[in-house]
């Protein structure tokens, strides 16, 4: 069979900040992508403001790096690098950009080792039967232990190789790096040392020598795949494919494969290949090739190009279903439409949800009761915050629902999605922390004591239990803990879980937040708002210390009089209130709360507004 030995292509896998990004980097600069005059711009991959901020990656991107270094054909290799996410909540993203490679480098930080999404893309390859580069990077780091981290990634590979995996797997090569600082070794440093080789070359040869080169069959029809998508501003949607048979052409009429079945004739209006950084035109791809075609306005991820005369698409890109939903719809506080909100319309919320569809595989939306809301669906709350905020900076004004879980029915009994949790924290809080979990129906599977001080522990959690367990968690631990969490799969409903223990501090009028109210409130609990806020009926204004919910008059004023105080007005005792973020906003919520989102406020408000109402509807109970 024939074979692209000047082409690989391959994905970077790994947890959350272990320098997946910081790797493309080095080896963009490495390789002479930029001149010495060029700046190169630090996570360069990360090129959204979200990913930016967070310092976290959201979307799958693909970059190519030509290598002609020791090992490399003659002519030189192009590698075609897909940069994936290292957050549980994309892992939609991790999925399809393995649906476009031929191999995978595993980044394992030399301190943390390996954590729950390493499993997650681990698991993912093996299945999909790719080779495996193992990466310990950091191993500059003073706290590294690289001996017992690679012991680990062992372990880790025997816990999930089973039936639908190949034992070969087991016979991955390891590379010592740094990419902070360029440097990668295939011999092991000291602990805290830097790798002996003074560039990156060890790990573009280990590439080369791992990963296979695609392979096609000769005279083979043209299929390629439809893998990611986006846009530009002169040439409209942009799908990008990866070929696996025949050659795609610019110009050319193609079979477009859709997902309902249906067959239709295209022309593919501009062709164009990845370079570094850029995109440049092209006239041809060939089998192996990870292009960008326009001239389908409606094409989606996982449908195929074929050939016209004999159209065989491929398999749709199958991801793993949602675990956790929440209502969003049009803003309906008495403050809609007031701050800077330019798309408040039902008819533009459900257009922007049909957008995120096509380009987010990971996300459902339904239809509710109310034509002006929808349940979304997604892999977890960041998903789904990330989502929300990225509507708010386009000018959308929402009302977003608590966060719930998506059950299934298994032989007639409700199943719930289970995650499985990895703490890291210093040993005073072991105790608290197991407590904090108990609570929440979590159950401990491991515990590893590194003698250092710390200690990491592995529990089985249902999804729900984890909805507001990282704000109390970080203040237990006095923001010492570390928890990252990855679904595992499906377990009977393990019963009630006790929501947050304290009650809201809820306005009972309309007006501005006023600082002599709030000095006597603030006895009563913690303040979300400032004075002179704008406050309306049925808005959370504060936390409540005790479990009930109690409605305040935070607008009142001091009665005016015309004698003159012996002790003038003043506010020094007013404690600052408590900003939430949105995420937070959203784990504070109750069942009878939802979060008003707008482009300048994010506000929490009870879903019934008046209190009258409200109590009533209380009495009623949830059947009404």
Same mark, same amino acid.
């Given at each position: 069979m024939p074979i692209r030995s000047d082409l690989r292509n391959v994905a970077i896998v790994a947890h959350v900040d272990h320098g997946k990004t910081t790797l493309v980097d080095a080896m963009l600069q490495q390789q002479g992508t930029f001149d010495e005059h060029?700046?190169?711009?630090?996570?360069?991959?990360?090129?959204?403001? #979200?990913?930016?901020?967070?310092?976290?990656?959201?979307?799958?991107? &693909?970059?190519?790096?030509?290598?002609?270094?020791?090992?490399?054909?003659? +002519?030189?290799?192009? %590698?075609? %690098?897909?940069? $994936?996410?290292?957050?549980?909540?994309?892992?939609?993203?991790?999925?399809?950009?393995l649906s476009m490679v031929d191999g995978v480098v595993l980044l394992v930080d030399a301190s943390e080792g390996?954590?729950?999404? $390493?499993?997650?893309?681990?698991?993912?390859?093996?299945?999909?039967k790719m080779p495996v580069v193992l990466v310990v990077n950091k191993v500059d780091?003073?706290?590294?232990? @690289? /001996?017992?981290?690679?012991?680990?990634?062992?372990? #880790?590979?025997?816990?999930? *190789?089973?039936?639908?995996?190949?034992? =070969?797997?087991?016979?991955?090569?390891?590379?010592y790096a740094s990419a902070k600082a360029g440097r990668a070794s295939l011999t092991q440093p000291a602990d805290g040392g830097l790798p002996d080789s003074e560039d990156l070359v060890?790990?573009?040869?280990?590439?080369?020598?791992?990963?296979?080169?695609?392979?096609?069959?000769?005279?083979?029809?043209?299929?390629?795949?439809?893998?990611n998508l986006d846009a530009s501003p002169f040439l409209g949607r942009l799908a990008l494919i990866r070929v696996h048979e025949g050659t795609l052409r610019k110009g050319a009429q193609v079979a477009w494969c859709k997902r309902d079945g249906s067959v239709e004739r295209v022309k593919i209006t501009e062709l164009l290949r990845t370079e570094e950084l850029e995109r440049v035109p092209a006239e041809e791809a060939n089998p192996?090739?990870?292009?960008?075609?326009?001239?389908?306005?409606?094409?989606? @991820?996982?449908?195929?190009?074929?050939?016209?005369?004999?159209?065989?698409? *491929?398999?749709?890109?199958q991801v793993d279903e949602p675990a956790i939903s929440m209502t969003i719809g049009t803003n309906t506080s008495p403050l809609a439409g007031r701050?800077?909100?330019?798309?408040?319309?039902? !008819?533009?919320?459900?257009?922007?949800?049909?957008?995120? @569809?096509?380009?987010?595989?990971? %996300?459902?939306?339904?239809?509710?009761? !109310?034509?002006?809301?929808?349940?979304?669906?997604?892999?977890?709350?960041?998903?789904?915050?990330?989502?929300?905020?990225?509507m708010r900076r386009e000018g959308y004004e929402l009302t977003v629902g608590k966060p719930e879980v998506v $059950?299934?029915?298994?032989?007639?009994?409700?199943?719930?999605?289970?995650?499985? #949790?990895?703490?890291?924290?210093?040993?005073?809080?072991? +105790?608290?922390?197991t407590q904090l979990l108990a609570v929440r129906r979590g159950r401990m599977e491991q515990m590893t004591n590194h003698g250092t001080g710390w200690v990491r522990m592995e529990f089985l959690v249902p999804a729900r239990?984890? @909805?507001?367990?990282?704000?109390?968690?970080?203040?237990?631990? !006095?923001?010492?803990?570390?928890?990252?969490?990855?679904?595992?799969?499906?377990?009977?409903? *393990?019963?009630?879980?006790?929501?947050?223990?304290?009650?809201?501090?809820? /306005?009972?009028?309309?007006?501005?937040? /006023?600082?002599?109210?709030?000095? /006597? *409130?603030?006895?009563?609990?913690?303040?979300?708002?400032?004075?002179?806020?704008?406050?309306? =009926? +049925?808005?959370?204004?504060?936390?409540?210390? !005790?479990?009930?919910?109690?409605?305040?008059?935070?607008?009142?004023?001091?009665?005016?009089? &015309?004698?003159?105080?012996?002790?003038?007005?003043?506010?020094?005792?007013?404690?600052p209130p408590r900003k939430l973020s949105l995420e937070q906003s959203l784990e504070f919520c109750r069942e009878d709360e939802c979060v008003e989102v707008t482009p300048t406020n994010v506000r929490i408000r009870k879903v019934i507004l008046d209190a009258g109402e409200r109590a009533r509807s209380k009495r009623r109970g949830p059947k009404g």
């Open positions: 060029h700046q190169l711009a630090e996570r360069a991959m990360d090129s959204g403001d #979200l990913e930016r901020e967070k310092g976290i990656t959201i979307l799958a991107k &693909n970059t190519a790096v030509q290598y002609a270094g020791p090992g490399a054909p003659d +002519g030189g290799v192009t %590698i075609n %690098i897909i940069d $994936t996410p290292g957050h549980a909540d994309f892992g939609g993203e991790v999925e399809r950009g390996p954590l729950p999404q $390493t499993r997650f893309v681990l698991r993912k390859a093996l299945h999909a780091r003073p706290d590294a232990r @690289i /001996s017992e981290v690679v012991e680990e990634a062992y372990e #880790l590979f025997m816990d999930l *190789l089973d039936d639908s995996t190949d034992a =070969e797997a087991l016979n991955f090569p390891v590379v060890p790990l573009f040869q280990t590439i080369l020598d791992t990963v296979p080169a695609p392979t096609y069959t000769e005279d083979a029809p043209l299929q390629a795949h439809v893998t192996g090739d990870i292009v960008a075609v326009a001239g389908i306005p409606e094409i989606m @991820i996982g449908e195929t190009l074929a050939d016209p005369d004999n159209p065989q698409p *491929l398999p749709l890109i701050e800077k909100g330019t798309k408040v319309t039902a !008819r533009l919320v459900k257009d922007r949800l049909e957008r995120e @569809i096509v380009g987010n595989v990971s %996300i459902k939306v339904l239809p509710t009761e !109310r034509p002006d809301a929808w349940e979304v669906q997604g892999r977890g709350e960041l998903a789904l915050a990330i989502l929300v905020e990225q $059950t299934r029915i298994v032989d007639g009994k409700v199943h719930e999605p289970v995650e499985r #949790l990895t703490i890291d924290c210093p040993e005073e809080y072991l +105790g608290t922390v239990g984890l @909805i507001g367990f990282r704000t109390e968690f970080l203040t237990d631990t !006095r923001g010492t803990g570390i928890a990252h969490h990855v679904f595992e799969g499906y377990e009977p409903w *393990l019963g009630d879980i006790s929501t947050r223990p304290s009650g809201s501090l809820v /306005s009972d009028r309309a007006g501005a937040a /006023s600082a002599y109210a709030m000095t /006597s *409130l603030q006895e009563r609990g913690v303040m979300f708002v400032e004075p002179t806020t704008e406050v309306y =009926e +049925g808005m959370i204004i504060g936390e409540n210390s !005790r479990d009930d919910d109690m409605d305040v008059n935070i607008t009142k004023e001091k009665k005016q009089t &015309n004698v003159r105080s012996s002790t003038s007005d003043n506010f020094e005792k007013l404690i």
